[in-house]
């Protein structure tokens, strides 16, 4: 943690500001360890201080006692951290502008009277795109996870089971298994409705003959793992299943280019020519892929907007998908470490075609 305190003083230092402050949990998370909901972190030249309230006090000095000045709370957290510095001298702070909402700024200037809140934009967020080793580790942790969820599926899905049956014996597996929770609401969707890109778990029945779209993850010490996997029961119709090759092939053709330097737009470029040239053109309408570790969407992008320049320790997802309203769809996603010319595929599920 100290390390990156030193890293969010040099923000300080380049943005001429006397101190920052961090309320959004993803950040304090990552600059304190602190995983709980309330947490408040001010960080000066001099001092960093933790704010939480009595639920959290005796666990917070536990996690992040040695880097923060951890302190209780009983008013409102802005208006006790006023107290604490009004002799240190600070006018200019920063805040996380993109995830402050305006109600909130509002409050904010209420409570912390007499100090100039400055934007931060995307300063904070910067600090977290290149991962380090123990970051990496314990990604791999949760994406291990997820792919044992996916081997213990295949052998529970069978003909009349509903796609909610599925997603919530994924979800319970990973729990038994090390997951904290999920990275996000589980993706299940068979038949016409796998062309829904986010088609959340129905009611809908498995029946022979559909392809059955699974996107999922899990949370493992605060990081998230996302993979994807699309399987066959029965027996497909041979343009689904042709559908599928142009997707593993995009998908592969794509992952291998995930190297230091490349821009997100160039690798979803790749994935993207392959599929239109194949025929389907207008039916892959979202990014190549995106950014994970504390939160599951973070940056760098992957998409036709994705402009950051990919850099060593950059963990990021490629899934292309082919969706064909009313008829069905595929996705294929893994999770990859920018690792100069190799790309460290982290997701070990196959890929190789599946019927059941």
């Given at each position: ?44 030249q001099?001092?960093?201080?933790f ?16 880097s ?10 802005l208006?006790?951290?006023?107290e ?31 100090i100039e809140?400055?934007?931060l ?39 009349g ?45 498995i029946?022979s003959?559909?392809?059955?779209t ?55 470029k790749?994935?993207?020519d ?49 969706y ?33």
């Amino acid at each position: 943690m100290n390390k990156r305190i030193i890293q969010l003083r040099k923000v300080l230092t380049d943005k001429k500001l006397d101190g920052v402050l961090i309320t959004s949990r993803p950040n304090t998370l990552y600059l304190s360890g602190f995983p709980g909901s309330a947490s408040t972190i001010f960080i000066s030249q001099k001092r960093a201080i933790f704010l939480t309230d009595f639920r959290y006090i005796e666990f917070s000095k536990e996690r992040c006692g040695d880097s923060y000045e951890v302190m209780l709370y009983e008013k409102k957290p802005l208006v006790f951290l006023l107290e604490q510095i009004k002799n240190d001298k600070i006018s200019k702070v920063g805040f996380e502008d993109q995830i402050v909402s305006y109600a909130s700024y509002l409050e904010m200037s209420e409570q912390l009277k007499g100090i100039e809140l400055i934007s931060l934009k995307d300063d904070i967020t910067k600090l977290r795109l290149v991962k380090e080793d123990r970051e990496i580790e314990t990604i791999q942790k949760a994406v291990d996870i997820a792919d044992q969820a996916f081997t213990h599926i295949l052998n529970y899905i069978k003909v009349g089971i509903s796609e909610i049956d599925i997603a919530a014996e994924i979800e319970h597996f990973m729990r038994k298994n090390g997951a904290e929770k999920q990275s996000f609401d589980s993706i299940v969707a068979s038949g016409k409705r796998s062309s829904l890109p986010h088609g959340h778990a129905s009611n809908k029945l498995i029946e022979s003959g559909d392809g059955i779209t699974m996107d999922f993850g899990a949370i493992y010490n605060g990081y998230c793992s996302d993979m994807t996997r699309t399987v066959f029961i029965g027996n497909p119709e041979q343009k689904i299943l042709d559908i599928y090759e142009t997707v593993l092939k995009a998908q592969l053709t794509a992952e291998a280019a995930v190297k230091k330097g490349k821009t997100g737009v160039e690798i979803d470029k790749i994935a993207r020519d392959i599929i239109y040239n194949a025929g389907y053109e207008g039916m892959f309408g979202h990014g190549l892929g995106h950014g994970v570790g504390i939160e599951v969407h973070e940056e760098p992008r992957l998409s036709v907007a994705g402009n950051t320049i990919l850099d060593n320790g950059m963990v990021v997802t490629v899934e292309p998908g082919i969706y064909v309203p009313n008829y069905g769809g595929v996705r294929i996603e893994d999770m990859v470490v920018v690792d100069d010319d190799l790309p460290n595929v982290l997701t070990s599920s196959t890929k190789e075609l599946i019927i059941l």
